[in-house]
């Protein structure tokens, strides 16, 4: 006779399918990933990443993969990115499954699913399992980290002018409340060099600096910093690393000990595709017993990641539909889709660049972009331009006006179309002329 569990939950063999994810996290039943989307990739995985980036029948069949919007084009997918429908329906089969057997599933089965989880997210970003906590996003990530570090008055913590609001807000709490020193520096919107970069951070690093904040992927120019550089130089004088990777994770073809940082946070609902409300924290093996979980905990020692998941009660079936979202963009390939976003900017920003009303806020360099753009257009606000880009041509993005970047954030997708893009080109031509 079947158990209750065995009844709504039954264990399906993915490993034999896919081939593209831990047999661990194999064990949890799968959905995402079609055959017709495997044929698709099989058919097109001889040409090489660069060539088909620009290969519009291939994209246009991976546009099928998302239900869009026909009232309006989405270019502001840096908020909260659209999960592909295959993932979407893979998480409405886990609500139902928890719905049917709920204390059962979370005094019996959460932790188990838990675990299989957070093994199919380290085998993504390629650390390990005891090093990273799935949460709600890079705020909670991030908050977590700069209020669980000790820090004293005086002690000093270095960040950017165009670092997330919500990190300089957590940083200005902890000045107020244990008089710590915030020092905040500007960065070049074009630098020429990384060297450059490295600089700025380095003249403000004295002997009280104790951690340095840095955007992995300035969200509101989209802007790469390096990271690994930065933590290289810091380290050497005795400096920790806070890599705010909310944009790059999913984005960028990289792994986090690439960077040698020593904390980063994510959210995995703008590029990993995953359902709205999840995140990742990672903090270094050696550097957990020294943060400080915003949450009580008294199960788990000091030194065991597990101390910051004491969270109360939060929908699994969020948690579940990460690994239908890691399978979805593993089978496209983190290579291709960082290829296609960034043909994409490229594709609509070098059609503007030259106009001379528009201003770029964005480096130019490969090494240093992203699917992030940022333009403005001189004499018109940021919020002038956003809701005339809107109500006028049904573009929707988001205004960015602050201390140094004023103008609005462009993110495509991989269901973006060229066309939909051209309409942003001719837009900003017509609102410049």
Known sequence: MLT???MYYPRRSFLKKMGNLSATAASLPLFSVTLELQNIIKAYEHIPTKVLAADEMFWEQIRQSYKVSPYFINLENGYYSM??????????????????????????????????VKK??????????????????????????????????????????????????????????????NKVIA?????????????????????????ILVSHLINITGQVLPVKALAEMAHSKGVEIISDSAHAIG????????????????????????????????????????VWPLFGDDTYADDDIRKFEHIGTHPCSTNLAIIDALNFQKTIGI?????????????????????????????????RSSAIANVGIRGLSPAELANKLFQDFHIFTVAIDG???????????LYTSLEELDQLVDALKALSA
């Open 251 to 290: 984005q960028l073809d990289f792994k986090i000990p690439d960077l040698d940082c020593d904390y980063l946070g994510s959210s995995l609902h703008k590029w990993v595709g995953a359902p709205l409300g999840s995140g990742l924290m990672y903090i270094r093996k050696d550097k957990i017993e020294k």
């Open 335 to 367: 290579e291709r889709k960082e290829a296609r976003l960034k043909y994409l900017r490229n594709y609509w920003l070098d059609q503007v660049k030259d106009i001379p009303r528009i201003k770029i806020n964005t480096p130019y360099e490969k090494a």
């Open 120 to 181: 199919a997210m380290a085998d993504f970003v390629g650390c390990s399992p005891e090093e990273i906590v799935i949460c709600r996003n890079t705020t909670e990530a991030l908050d977590t980290i700069i209020f669980g570090l000790t820090m004293e008055a005086g002690d000093e913590a270095i960040m950017c002018s165009q670092d997330y609001g919500s990190m300089l807000a957590a940083f200005n709490q902890r000045a107020r409340r244990d008089k710590i020193v």
């Open 187 to 211: 960065l070049p919107l074009h630098p020429k060099t990384d060297q450059e970069i490295i600089d700025a951070y380095e003249k403000a690093i004295t002997p009280h600096t104790k951690v």
């Open 83 to 116: 999960a592909a429908e295959p993932v979407l329906e893979a998480q409405v089969q886990h609500l139902r499954m928890i719905n049917r057997i709920p204390s059962f599933y979370m005094r019996r089965k959460q932790w188990e699913d838990y675990t299989i």
């Open 4 to 6: 209750p569990y065995k």
């Open 403 to 413: 201390e140094t970047v004023k103008g609005i954030r462009v993110t495509p997708h």
